[in-house]
């Protein structure tokens, strides 16, 4: 059986699909950080604090946060479980 990649009308089938789950803890390494340098999309199972890169600047992502071009890092404030589509 395939994986179904098109609706009954033939349009591409829109979705968050991740293909790795990655605990991000003290122990990661550098701590609390995660590549996403070739990710499409990243999502969290409840809110959580993070900064891209090297910026100071914290926010709080919650659900699915698709990669900009140029982010290479997410690093996050607290121990936390991401699902990423690479």
Same mark, same amino acid.
């Given at each position: 059986? !395939? ?14 699909? %991740?293909? =790795?789950? &990655? *605990?991000?803890?003290? *122990? *990661?390494? %550098? ?9 499409? #999309?990243? =999502? &969290? #199972?409840?809110? !959580?604090?993070? /900064?891209?890169?090297?910026? +100071?600047?914290?926010? +709080?992502? !919650?659900?699915? +946060?698709?990669? =900009? /071009?140029?982010?290479? #890092?997410? &690093? ?11």
């Amino acid at each position: 059986m !395939s994986i179904l990649q098109n609706d009954q009308n033939g349009h591409a089938i829109q979705g968050f699909a %991740p293909n =790795r789950i &990655v *605990s991000v803890s003290a *122990s *990661s390494t %550098p701590s609390l950080t995660l590549d996403v340098t070739n990710a499409v #999309a990243v =999502r &969290v #199972a409840y809110p !959580s604090d993070y /900064k891209i890169n090297t910026d +100071t600047t914290v926010g +709080t992502m !919650s659900g699915v +946060t698709v990669i =900009r /071009k140029g982010v290479t #890092a997410l &690093v996050f404030t607290d121990a936390t479980v991401v699902e990423v589509m690479d």
